[in-house]
């Protein structure tokens, strides 16, 4: 058994950092799991299932006072994994719906909305979990949740919560029976204008969609 195993199974599996270590693995592995696309039909309400269950965490890591590392400068964690691959794989299972519309500051008035994508979203949360698991996992558990709450509130939770209202209205419009306007013709490189939010081609049926992505319309 390593010395980092040994590390958390030491600790009370009601502590704090012992829980929001177990629910970012979770997530973690759950969405490696899904990028697989051995069970496409069920991606959406797992993934909305998953981003749901971490924001939790991450309101726990927000309403908890602020915690401070150990020590004064961040230990080298060593380079961060390559999610190329990753992302390639999650564009590819969410094609009809990976691409999706957001309001970066809902306090800043006047702000247009810009394009996004869930499979860049997934990758950019799943590099910062984990970059805080890898000091979990060396035993520097302070440094892990000061990371992960600092994050929290910099990238992921905000980014996290984009992916749940991305992934909340796609699920929605099936539930409900309402189309999607289709996003195809939208670039992520590139702005919507300055006012409204336009986008150009047609409708895309629920029931286009519906099926590949393991949703079903209302009767």
């Given amino acids: 058994m390593s010395d980092a195993t040994l590390h958390a199974t030491a600790q009370d599996p009601d502590d704090f950092a012992v829980q929001i270590a177990d629910q ?13 696309g051995d069970e496409p039909d069920s991606a959406v309400p797992f993934l909305l299932l998953e981003v749901s269950q971490l924001l939790l965490a991450g309101g726990r890591l927000g309403a908890h006072e602020d915690i401070v590392p150990d020590e004064r400068y961040e230990p080298d964690t060593g380079p961060d994994a390559d999610v190329d691959e990753l992302r390639e794989n999650l ?46 996992r060396a035993g520097r558990t302070s440094e892990a949740l000061w990371w992960w709450q600092f994050s929290y509130f910099s990238n992921w939770g905000s980014t996290a919560s984009a992916t749940l209202r991305a992934l909340q209205s796609v699920v929605a419009h099936v539930r409900l029976n309402q189309p999607l306007a289709e996003l195809d013709g939208l670039d992520t490189d590139q702005g919507m204008g300055d006012e409204t939010l336009e986008i150009e081609a047609g409708r895309v049926m629920v029931e286009e969609i519906a099926g590949p992505l393991g949703l079903r319309p209302a009767k």
């Fill in 24 to 36: 970012v693995e979770s997530f973690l592995v759950a969405v490696m799991e899904v990028a697989k």
């Fill in 91 to 136: 564009a590819r299972l969410l094609e009809p719906i990976d691409v999706y519309s957001e309001v970066f500051d809902p306090y800043e008035p006047r702000k247009a909305p810009v394009p996004a994508r869930i499979s860049d979203d997934l990758t950019d949360v799943i590099t910062d979990l984990r970059h805080g698991m890898a000091h979990y």
